[in-house]
């Protein structure tokens, strides 16, 4: 298996979305490999019905560790649908949001403990790791208060409802997993403005994607 497998993470209010958007053409115009761009919770048929159940904004009375138990059921899924299909090709695949995310948001900010959350999606994942993260870091606050603006346009998710201290352990669990593996993950201030954004993460996937292929050529 040789393709290139990098995730996005950060806080709700990042702006990952309008990022993932714009490193398309980018990634493109970098590589001749195929792209595949994808998401969690989702990024396959049965996996988005399970997305559907986890942020209906109704379902208040969810139990931390059946939503987590449903993350980690809705990525194996994704992965064995799409993701190591994909890997298996020799495909750059990008994808919003994974395992991290559980780690962080079940994990630290649930309460549930980052160690078992990394260990239900063990079972999930059977070993598949990012080869690069791209990490938009943002206060809790900042990424709050940039939902609110949006909210016009769209409802909130029931995650996106917790309060401003579950996001800020969100932020904290990530500075720990960066701690702990400084070389998979890329840090971007993402408080800065969209343009500045995507040039940092360009730069970033431009260089990652050329070493990439020099080692597989
Ligand atoms: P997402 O669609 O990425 O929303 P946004 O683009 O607003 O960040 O994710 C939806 C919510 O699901 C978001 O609040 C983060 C949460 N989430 C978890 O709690 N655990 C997970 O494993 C994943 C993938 C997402």
Known sequence: MT???????????????????????????????SLVVTREPGGSEIAEEIRNILLNPGHTAMDPRTEALLLAASRRQH??????????RDEIVLCDRFVDSSVAYQGQARGIGMEKVIAINEFAIEGLKPDLTLYLDVEAEVGLARIR????????????????????????????????????????????????V????ASTLSSAIEQFERKNS
């Open 3 to 33: 393709g290139l497998f990098i995730t996005i993470e950060g806080p709700d209010g990042a702006g990952k979305s309008s990022l993932v958007k714009k490193l398309i053409p980018a990634i493109e115009s970098m590589s001749e490999r």
């Open 79 to 88: 992965v064995v649908e799409k993701i190591l299909p994909a890997l298996s």
């Open 149 to 196: 603006d949006k909210q016009s346009n769209r409802t909130q998710d029931r995650l996106e409802l917790e309060a401003v201290t579950f996001h800020e352990e969100v932020r904290n669990a990530y500075h720990m997993m960066i701690q702990k593996e400084p070389k998979r993950f890329i840090t971007i201030d993402a408080s800065k403005n969209q343009d500045s």
């Open 198 to 201: 995507f040039e940092a993460a």
